[in-house]
C-alpha cells in the first residue's frame, strides 16, 4: 500500500504496521473519552517534559508522568489518573472536552500554560461610541456547527467567525453606562496571548426544542493543515494541525478515538495503528501547534 494520488483528500498513507513505540491505554468500560485525551497529552512533547520535571507533589503530573512512563514501553491502565481526577462511573461515557479542561485544572502551572491563551472581549456602544473590554483565559476556543448538515464547516472560516466583529441588537441588547440605557452595539474578540497549543472544541451537540432534549451534529468538517489565527492589524499566527479527538455515534451512546501526528516522525497514528486521515472528518477537538512564524497576511 503506497501514498493515494488523490491529494486533496489523502494527507498521508503508510503502511499499516504498528509502530512499537506507541502503546494503547486499557479501557475500564467507557473511559476512551479519557484515553483519547490521554494520548494527546502523551504526544504533546513539550507537555510530556513539563509533567516529567514538574516537583509540585499536590498536582496531577507524577500520576501523568508514571503513566507515559508506561507507555513508552507497554499499554497502560488508568486508574490512578481516574482515581486522581474523581471518576467513579467508568461504564458512564463523558465529555472529551471537559475531562481535557478537568486534567488541565489538575496540573502544574509549566504544564497548564502550554494550553492556556488570553482573550479580550470588546463591546462599543452604537450611540455613544464608549468601548469597554475584559479579558478572560481559556484552555479552548468554541466553535459552533451551524446547520445545513448538507455543507461541510470551514475551521478556517470558523475562527475568522469567532474572532470577528459581531453586531449586537434585540432581545440581546447590552448596557451602556455612560449612555445609562441598553443599547445596540458591537462586539469583536481579539486573542491578546496565543497559546502554544491551540485547541479548538467543535460544539456538536445542542438542544432541540422540538424534542425537549440534547442531539448531535453530524456535520462535516474541513480542516487545515495550517491554520492562520488573525492577531493584531495585517498580521496572523500560524499553527500545524497534529491531534484530533473525534467521537462516533450518538449523544448517549457512542466512542471517542484519538488521531495524532507524532512530533518524532512526523507520521499520523490511530491508536497503535497508523491512520489514512482525510481532509473532512466529524472530531470533536482540534489541536494545532504554534510553533508557526508570525506572517503578514
Not at 3 to 9: A, G, V, W
Not at 30 to 48: E, I
Not at 104 to 109: I, M, R, Y
Amino acid at each position: 500500500m503506497g501514498r493515494r494520488k488523490n491529494k486533496k483528500r489523502q494527507i498521508i498513507d503508510q503502511p499499516d504496521s504498528i509502530d512499537n513505540r506507541y502503546h494503547g491505554l486499557r479501557n475500564q468500560g467507557a473511559t476512551c473519552y479519557l484515553n483519547s485525551v490521554l494520548q494527546v497529552l502523551f504526544m504533546t512533547k513539550d507537555f510530556r517534559k513539563a509533567v516529567i520535571s514538574s516537583s509540585e507533589p499536590d498536582m496531577i503530573d507524577h500520576h501523568l508522568t508514571s503513566l507515559f512512563e508506561n507507555l513508552q514501553n507497554n499499554s497502560a491502565n488508568t486508574y490512578a489518573i481516574t482515581k486522581q481526577l474523581g471518576i467513579t462511573r467508568v461504564h458512564e461515557q463523558q465529555d472529551a472536552a471537559e475531562c481535557l479542561e478537568k486534567i488541565l485544572h489538575c496540573t502544574s502551572f509549566k504544564a497548564s500554560q502550554i494550553f492556556k491563551g488570553e482573550l479580550t472581549h470588546r463591546s462599543t456602544c452604537s450611540k455613544c461610541r464608549r468601548v469597554s473590554e475584559d479579558s478572560s483565559l481559556f484552555w479552548s476556543l468554541p466553535l459552533t456547527l451551524m446547520d445545513p448538515e448538507k455543507h461541510d464547516y470551514s475551521v478556517t472560516e470558523g475562527i475568522k467567525s469567532f474572532l470577528g466583529e459581531s453586531s449586537i441588537s434585540g432581545d440581546d441588547l447590552i448596557y451602556c453606562e455612560q449612555c445609562n440605557a441598553k443599547t445596540d452595539s458591537t462586539s469583536k474578540c481579539e486573542l491578546k496571548r496565543h497559546p502554544q497549543v491551540l485547541t479548538l472544541l467543535l460544539k456538536r451537540f445542542k438542544f432541540d426544542c422540538s424534542t425537549m432534549q440534547y442531539v448531535k451534529l453530524k456535520r462535516r468538517v474541513q480542516i487545515p493543515l495550517i491554520l492562520q489565527v488573525p492577531r493584531h492589524g495585517d498580521q496572523s499566527q500560524g499553527y500545524e494541525l497534529y491531534a484530533l479527538v473525534e467521537h462516533s455515534g450518538e449523544l448517549r451512546h457512542g466512542h471517542y478515538t484519538a488521531t495524532i501526528r507524532a512530533q518524532d516522525d512526523n507520521r499520523w497514528h490511530y491508536s497503535k495503528k497508523t491512520f489514512r486521515m482525510t481532509l473532512t472528518p466529524r472530531p470533536l477537538i482540534c489541536c494545532f501547534t504554534g510553533k508557526l512564524k508570525t506572517l503578514q497576511q
